[in-house]
């Protein structure tokens, strides 16, 4: 079907509320991937699933920050009790298998946190 | 140091030039090299894919790796204004695993 979505596409939030992102990726990618992208900086690896499992979660940068992917398909990343630095562009990406190579990104969630 | 380097820019050039664009990387066991166009409010858009060292062409852009000196480029011929975008260079040590990125560097082509 269509690319790699996401929602929503800007998110304002104050400090201190919790967030959830979304991703849905490309029908029958197995990988999906976390990213935050941030003025000026590359792109920061999160997480990966597998399927709905998530094998390495060394990439998110503190506890509050979590996500889940159900029936090998929808993700969300949460992050709770948001803190200014966590304004950044956070991207999703899938791809067919995992360590197969090529991956495809949404258009991602602009987050500011005021 | 960062693990990979990538000159910021902005890069403005005339329409009709060869563009060179540069990553530098620490780490030597990368041997996966990819480079991604970033339009200003989308997700980056895969352009090249190699592995090792060596060249890649593929319509106007050419990928070079020289794993030796830790260096890589993309060129890209014949420059058209829809070329303007942030490209990223991305590293890996393994086929689709543990990517690293370059900060990007943005590029302008003026008509």
């Known amino acids: 079907g269509a690319g790699v979505s996401q929602s929503p596409s800007n998110k304002v939030t104050e400090k201190g509320k919790d967030v959830e992102l979304r991703c849905d990726p490309i029908?029958?990618?197995?990988?999906l991937y976390w990213y935050r992208q941030s003025l000026g900086q590359g792109l920061e690896f999160l997480i990966y699933f597998q399927g709905n499992s998530a094998p390495d979660k060394s990439g998110l940068p503190s506890d509050r920050f979590s996500a889940e992917r159900t029936g090998g398909s929808v993700s969300t990343l949460t992050i709770q009790r948001t803190q200014q630095e966590d304004s950044a562009v956070y991207l999703c990406?899938?791809?067919?298998?995992w360590g197969g190579g090529e991956q495809y990104f949404g258009p991602g969630t602009r987050l500011t946190v005021t | 140091q960062k693990e990979v380097e990538q000159d910021p820019g902005p890069l403005s050039v005339p329409e009709g030039a060869i563009v060179s664009l540069n990553c530098t990387y620490s780490?030597?066991?990368?041997?996966?090299f990819m480079w991604y166009r970033q339009y200003s409010r989308k997700g980056p858009e895969l352009l090249m894919y190699?592995?090792?060292?060596g060249n890649k062409e593929d319509g106007r852009f050419t990928a070079q790796v020289d794993k030796s000196s830790k260096y890589i480029s993309l060129f890209i011929r014949d420059s058209q204004p829809s070329d303007s975008a942030t490209y990223l260079c991305?590293?890996?040590?393994?086929?689709?695993?543990?990517?690293?990125f370059g900060p990007g560097t943005r590029l302008s082509v003026l008509p």
């Open positions: 780490n030597s066991a990368f041997q996966y």
């Open positions: 190699t592995y090792s060292s």
């Open positions: 990406a899938s791809s067919l298998v």
């Open positions: 029908s029958g990618h197995t990988a």
């Open positions: 991305a590293m890996s040590a393994r086929d689709g695993q543990n990517f690293v």
